[in-house]
């Protein structure tokens, strides 16, 4: 699900991130991929996770952080590859 929104203020990209660590460190659905093995589906639940932070705080206008969201949703997720989250 991909959404954007317009902060009043300056975000706070390092508070954000921090956030984002506690989320996947508390909800290990963040930190889960799945794997093909011996023809059936493995779910491996990592201890850790990076999670990516896409900081487009430098975007000029609203139509420009729409477009740029856009073009991120287009994305796959690759379930065999952590982090199944993307920020």
Not at 60 to 86: G, N, T
Request: net charge negative; with cysteine; charged share 30%.
């Amino acid at each position: 699900v991909a959404f954007t929104f317009l902060c009043a203020e300056m975000m706070n990209v390092d508070y954000a991130l921090l956030c984002l660590k506690k989320l996947t460190e508390w909800h290990e659905v963040f930190r889960t991929r799945y794997c093909e093995v011996d023809g059936g589906v493995l779910q491996v639940v990592e201890e850790k996770s990076p999670t990516p932070l896409f900081d487009h705080s430098n975007t000029r206008d609203r139509d420009e952080a729409i477009l740029l969201l856009v073009d991120c949703s287009r994305w796959a997720f690759d379930l065999r590859q952590y982090p199944l989250l993307k920020a």
